[in-house]
C-alpha cells in the first residue's frame, strides 16, 4: 500500500516557533510573520485522538472561489478529520454526474489544520504592518471594535465605514462572504445606520460595464455550455472551463455537450490551456489583450464578404450602419464605419492589419471570419481574462459583435459572446441582510483612493454612484474572508504606504481562518470558522444540475474560532442592536427558519433540517 502524503501524527504537530512567551505565526502565502505576545498555551490545534475509534462520514461542501460547488465527505474520528473524499453518488450519466471535487476541495483538511490558522482573537501593538499582535478575549474584541465603530459613525458618518470585497467563503448561507451585502456583516451595518458600498469586482468589472453598452441592461449572460451540443461551431476566446470550472459537474457539461454533437471547438488564447487539450480541435496563438483587434477584423471580412445576418441587424440592432443611427448621432460614428475605415480614426479593419497587432496570419484571420460565419448555429463566448487589460470594456464589446453580426444571439447553440451561463439554481432562502440606508458606491478598484484623498472622488473623476462625490474618507473597514487589501488588488505598491499609516484608516479588523498578506494591516486580527467547522447549506454551484449540499458540522472550531454570525452578534451587543441582529435566533435557529421557508418552494426537501443533514 502506498504511504499516504499526509500523516494524522503529521496534521496533529504545531509548528510554532516559541520565543520567550510569544508565538511566531508565519505566513506560506507571504514573506512576513506575525509575533503574538502573551500568547499563553491555547493554539488552533486539533485534540489527540481519544474515545471510541468509531469513524463518521459526514456531508459537507467545497465553497473555494471558483463557480462551482462540490460534495464533500469528511471522514471524523475522535473529534478529528482524518481523510476528506468527494461524492460517491449518482454515476456517470449526464445530468446525474457525481458532483466531483477538484485537488482544492479535497485537501480541505490540510486547510483545516494548516500552521498558518489564526488561533484566537488579536490586537495590533506594534506598528501597523510590523506584524505585532497581543493575545485578547472575544469580549475584549468585541467592546474595542464596538467602541471604535460607534466613534468612527459618530465623528465621520456611514459612509466611512467600508466592507471590503471578499470571496474566500461562497456559496454558503451564513457563512458567506461575497457579495459582501449579503453578508451578516451587512446586517450589523444596516442596523446602525449603513455602510459605504462598491460596485463590480476583481473578476469581470470591464465586461460588467462594457457589454451593457451594447446589450442595454446590466450583467450580460450567455447559453449554458450544454448548449454547445446543438452548435456546429464553438469559439472561446480566452475561455477555458475545464480549467477555471475544474469541478467534475461542469467539466462533466463541457464533455457532454462537445462530443454529443461532435461540436468542432477552437480555442484562441495565449496558452495552451487544458481546454485545449481536452475538448479543442485547434488553438490559434494570439498576443494578449488584442482580442479587440482580432474581432475587428473579423468583422471587417464578414461586412466586406457579405456572410453578415442582414435581417437580424435590421431587426434588432441600431448603430450597425449609418442608416441606423440613433438622431443626432455624428456621421461616420457607426459600427460599420469603424471596421471599414470610414469612421474618425481613416483605418480599416483588414486581416493584414490586425495580424500586426495579434501576431495570427492574415490567412488565418480571413479563413476564421468564413468559418464562423458560416456556421449553423455558433457558439461564441470570452472568458474572463481578455478584459483584464487596459480598454478591456471594447475587448468584451468587440467578441460580443460577432455573435450580433452573425445573428447567434437568441437562439438554441448561439451565444452572446458573454461566457457560459452560470448554471441552474435552487430557490433556497437566504439570510436577510436587510436594506443598506447608505446609497454611495464606487468601484471596488479604487476604495483605497477614498482613504488617501476622498475629495477629489465625484461622479466623473471616479465613478462614484449614488452622490455627486464622496463625502467622507473611509475610516473604518471590515475585511471578512478576503485577501484584497493586498493580495488579489491592484495597484499594491501605491496601497501599502496608505495602509500602514493608522491616521488615515484608523480601524482595519480581518475576520479570517489563515494568516494572510492582508492580515499584516490588521489592527484586530479574528479567527473565523471554516465551513467543516460550522453547520450551513451550498446552493449556487454553477452547473446544468440544480442541487443543495447540506453542510454538516463535522467538528468543532478548532482554537477560539468562531463563525461570522457569532462574531457579528457580539459586536451588534456592544452597540446595542443584539436582539434586532439575531431576532433572538442562534445560527442554528436561522437555518432553521430558512429552511422551513426553503420548503415552501421546495417541498421535495426533507421534512426538517435534522433529516437534511443525516
Known amino acids: 500500500m502506498r504511504k499516504p502524503h499526509y500523516t ?19 505566513s506560506a502565502f507571504f514573506p512576513f510573520s506575525i509575533e503574538i505576545l502573551n500568547a499563553g498555551s491555547a493554539v488552533a490545534a486539533p485534540p489527540a485522538p481519544s474515545g471510541t475509534g468509531e ?23 475522535d473529534g478529528v ?102 453578508t451578516p456583516v451587512a446586517r450589523l451595518m444596516n442596523l446602525v445606520g449603513g455602510y459605504l458600498n462598491h460596485y463590480s469586482d476583481y473578476s469581470t468589472c470591464q465586461i460588467t460595464v462594457g457589454m451593457p453598452y451594447l446589450y442595454g441592461g446590466s450583467w450580460v449572460d450567455g447559453n449554458s455550455l450544454s448548449d454547445m451540443e446543438n ?24 464533455q457532454h455537450a462537445r462530443f454529443t454533437r461532435n461540436t468542432r471547438v477552437i480555442i484562441i488564447d495565449p496558452r495552451y490551456t487544458d481546454s485545449m487539450v481536452s475538448v479543442g480541435d485547434e488553438w490559434i496563438p494570439i498576443r494578449p489583450g488584442t482580442d479587440a483587434a482580432l474581432s475587428a477584423a473579423l468583422a471587417y471580412v464578414m461586412i466586406t464578404e457579405d456572410l453578415i445576418d442582414k435581417p437580424f441587424l435590421a431587426k434588432y440592432t441600431i448603430g450597425y450602419d449609418e442608416e441606423s443611427l440613433p438622431k443626432g448621432a455624428p456621421a461616420g460614428s457607426s459600427y460599420k464605419s469603424y471596421i471599414l475605415g470610414q469612421g474618425p480614426d481613416k483605418t480599416p479593419k483588414t486581416p493584414a492589419w490586425a495580424s500586426r ?14 468559418e464562423i460565419a458560416g456556421a449553423r448555429p455558433c457558439f461564441i463566448c470570452q472568458g474572463w481574462g481578455p478584459q483584464r487589460t487596459t480598454n478591456g470594456e471594447n475587448i468584451s464589446r468587440a467578441i460580443g459583435m460577432l455573435a450580433v453580426l452573425t445573428g447567434n444571439v437568441g ?53 462614484i454612484r449614488g452622490r455627486e462625490r464622496l463625502i467622507a474618507p473611509i475610516k473604518f473597514i471590515w475585511n471578512y474572508a478576503g485577501n484584497c487589501l493586498t493580495n488579489q488588488h491592484g495597484g499594491i505598491n501605491q496601497m501599502h504606504p496608505i495602509l500602514l499609516d493608522d491616521k488615515k484608516c484608523e480601524t482595519i479588523v480581518v475576520i479570517d481562518t489563515t494568516l494572510t498578506p492582508s492580515a499584516r494591516y490588521a489592527d484586530f ?26 453542510d454538516n458540522k463535522c467538528i468543532e472550531p478548532l482554537g477560539e474560532a468562531k463563525s461570522i454570525y457569532d462574531i457579528c452578534a457580539g459586536v451588534a451587543n456592544e452597540l446595542g442592536v443584539k436582539e434586532a441582529f439575531t431576532e433572538g435566533r442562534t445560527q442554528y435557529q436561522w437555518l432553521e427558519k430558512l429552511y422551513a421557508e426553503s420548503r415552501k418552494a421546495i417541498p421535495e426537501l426533507p421534512p426538517t433540517l435534522e433529516e437534511a443533514y443525516t
Open 525 to 550: 486580527l479574528l479567527p473565523s470558522c471554516l465551513n467543516l467547522e460550522e453547520h450551513d447549506w451550498t446552493s449556487d454551484g454553477d452547473s446544468n444540475i440544480a442541487y443543495v449540499i447540506f
Open 8 to 26: 494524522e501524527q503529521a496534521l496533529l504537530k504545531r509548528r510554532d516557533v516559541i520565543k520567550g512567551g510569544a508565538v511566531v505565526l508565519a
Open 231 to 254: 452548435s456546429e461551431l464553438a469559439v472561446f476566446f480566452g475561455n477555458n472551463p475545464s480549467e477555471t470550472r475544474m469541478s467534475g459537474c461542469k467539466a462533466k457539461t463541457l
Open 411 to 463: 437562439i438554441k447553440g448561439g451565444n452572446t459572446g458573454a461566457r457560459e451561463n452560470a448554471g441552474y439554481k435552487l430557490p433556497m432562502a437566504t439570510f436577510p441582510t436587510l436594506e443598506n440606508p447608505v446609497k454611495t458606491e464606487l468601484s471596488c478598484f479604487n476604495w483605497y483612493q477614498a482613504i488617501d484623498d476622498y475629495k477629489q472622488m465625484t461622479a466623473t473623476t471616479a465613478g
Open 81 to 182: 478529520i482524518t481523510r476528506v473524499e468527494t461524492d460517491n453518488t449518482g454515476d456517470d450519466r449526464y445530468g446525474m454526474q457525481q458532483l466531483r471535487a477538484c485537488p482544492r476541495g479535497r485537501s480541505m483538511r490540510q486547510r483545516i489544520y494548516a500552521e498558518q490558522r489564526i488561533p484566537y482573537p488579536l490586537r495590533r501593538v506594534g506598528n501597523r504592518g510590523e506584524g505585532k499582535f497581543e493575545r485578547i478575549s472575544w469580549e475584549e474584541a468585541f467592546k474595542e471594535i464596538g467602541q471604535r465603530l460607534r466613534g468612527t459613525i459618530d465623528t465621520y458618518g456611514n459612509e466611512a465605514v467600508y466592507l471590503n470585497y471578499g470571496t474566500g467563503a461562497l456559496g454558503s448561507t451564513m457563512g458567506k462572504s461575497w457579495p459582501p451585502a449579503a
Open 357 to 370: 497587432i495579434t501576431g495570427i496570419p492574415p490567412a488565418r484571420i480571413e479563413k476564421l471570419a468564413r
Open 55 to 77: 469513524e463518521r462520514i459526514l456531508w459537507n461542501s467545497c465553497n473555494v472561489n471558483c463557480g462551482s460547488r462540490c460534495a464533500l465527505r469528511v471522514h471524523v474520528k
